[in-house]
């Protein structure tokens, strides 16, 4: 009796269903990460790809490039004010001083300004680590 079939079952879904759990946060995870990615792709193409590039590589000597930037990491903590306010001031990415103004976009929302950084941050070879809503949130409000 210790040992009846409906035991069995019963200790197997045990087993089991915290395994199913996991794979489908995975699942979940990957999707709703993909969605955010082509979010900011999107995002991307509409409000920065004019200056910066299709594939961030900037114009000349007017627009910086993001493609491999190390202006990204050396000051990753002022580009949400960057993309909402702009910047005046010249500045230097790679060596290289870029003096043409760059316009911002009050009509970001803080979570459209999280999805854009992290398109940034993950492609044409970047790999800096994602930016989440919160911090891009609180690094607004330095700003404002």
Known sequence: MSNS????SIKAIWFVAPIVAILLLVVMRSFLGNQSARAGEKLYAQHCAQCHGANGEGYLKLYPPLAGADYLAKFSETLPCLIRNGAQQPMVV?????????PG?????DDNIRSI?????????NELPPVT???VRELLEGCE
């Open 105 to 109: 976009n009050a009509a970001l929302s």
């Open 133 to 135: 809503y919160k911090e």
């Open 117 to 125: 950084l992290n398109y940034i941050n993950s492609s044409w070879g």
């Open 5 to 8: 079939p409906a035991k069995r």
């Open 94 to 102: 790679n060596g290289v001083t870029y003096r043409q103004a760059m």
